[in-house]
């Protein structure tokens, strides 16, 4: 490694760049059998987690802005996965349900994270350390 603090391979953004494309690449052919993409999977995962979410809790959770969520919400409820409701207790608010079609796709799912990490030929205590020091790394850019 060189010494030149521009060098491209010691930067952090670099690696993590190409990290993320690398890991996403992965990802793709699993999900297009479901009909998603990286992150239509992502707001799954989320509605998966914890359903109904308000669109503002939803942002939170995935670090998007609402205007960068709002396509992806609507992407999902025309294929059938979710439905975008006012809130009864809010009517400013929107709730963001999963469909039957979109809870049933869980179990389709659950086949994903191991299917990744046998792809990435990694031992899971690797992969566990290296998703605790991006969580700091996040945090810390925060």
């Known amino acids: 490694m060189t010494d030149d603090p521009l060098a491209l391979e010691r930067q952090v953004c670099f690696a993590l760049s190409v990290a993320a494309r690398s890991v996403v690449a992965i990802y793709r052919p699993l999900l297009e059998p479901m009909g998603l993409t990286h992150p239509q999977y992502l707001v799954m995962l989320a509605l998966w987690g914890d359903s109904p979410l308000s669109v503002r809790r939803l942002s939170e959770l995935l670090q998007l802005d609402p205007g960068t969520l709002s396509p992806l919400l609507k992407r999902l409820e025309a294929i059938g996965y979710l439905r975008r409701e006012r809130d009864p207790a809010d009517e400013r608010s929107?709730?963001?349900?999963?469909?039957?079609?979109?809870?049933?796709?869980?179990?389709?799912?659950?086949?994903i994270p191991p299917a990744v990490v046998a792809k990435l030929g990694m031992p899971i205590e690797?992969?566990?350390?290296?998703?605790?020091?991006l969580t700091q790394v996040i945090a810390a850019a925060s």
């Open 94 to 111: 929107l709730a963001i349900t999963l469909t039957e079609s979109g809870q049933a796709l869980r179990a389709e799912a659950l086949k």
């Open 126 to 133: 690797d992969l566990q350390r290296l998703h605790a020091s």
